[in-house]
T-cell receptor, first 110, second 115 residues
């Protein structure tokens, strides 16, 4: 199978930091996307890691280890508007197909 | 403005009545894709296209057709819709190069209800 594992739901406090983990099988994948999706809206692109290591982009950072099939999304200085689902999607090397996790619903509390 | 557009945004139809959902992108992207999203499930790919006249099945292609006659357009066709095709549909496009600057853009979504 191609299990993409993310926590179903997480809760964090405004102003804090949260890390959302994603694990996947390593075979045949090259690169991984993170998307944000507010309820009823289209996913919006956050990051794409094609190399191992940490990519920082403002309040959001994403890490990838291809050999371990592991990625995380780090959100700093959380704001109420960050309440959304966060989708992890490794990309298959052969046909560029993205395999999507079910997403992590992040709830931000004041 | 770089964008992916879909039409219609909302559609209510009846079983068996053929329908087409259009998708268009203005970024000259080679790779386009259709997804459906259902509560509790991740995005599931229906069909994808790596270039003009090149299409292939995704994970859930049954009951759907696509065409890619020109680079910018990638319509999704339901020849005989059934209630289990009630869903939220997204079109997406990307450069498809796989490089460091790869970015995938999504359309706003089409909410379909089949009665």
């Amino acid at each position: 199978g191609q299990n993409i594992d993310q926590p179903t739901e997480m809760t964090a406090t405004e102003g804090a930091i949260v890390q959302i983990n994603c694990t996947y099988q390593t075979s045949g994948f090259n690169g991984l996307f993170w998307y944000q999706q507010h309820a009823g809206e289209a996913p919006t692109f956050l990051s794409y890691n094609v190399l191992d290591g940490l990519e920082e982009k403002g309040r959001f950072s994403s890490f990838l280890s291809r050999s371990k099939g592991y990625s995380y999304l780090l959100l700093k200085e959380l704001q109420m508007k960050d309440s959304a689902s966060y989708l992890c999607a490794p990309r298959r090397h052969s046909n560029y197909q993205l395999i999507w996790g079910a997403g992590t619903k992040l709830i931000i509390k004041p | 403005e770089a964008q992916v557009t879909q039409n219609p945004r909302y559609l209510i139809t009846v079983t068996g009545k053929k329908l087409t959902v259009t998708c268009s992108q203005n970024m000259n992207h080679e790779y386009m894709s259709w997804y459906r999203q259902d509560p509790g499930l991740g995005l599931r790919q229906i069909y994808y296209s790596m270039n003009v006249e090149v299409t292939d099945k995704g994970d859930v292609p049954e009951g759907y057709k696509v065409s890619r006659k020109e680079k910018r357009n990638f319509p999704l066709i339901l020849e005989s819709p059934s209630p289990n095709q009630t869903s939220l549909y997204f079109c997406a496009s990307s450069t498809g190069t796989g490089g460091r600057e790869e970015t995938q853009y999504f359309g706003p979504g089409t909410r379909l209800l089949v009665l």
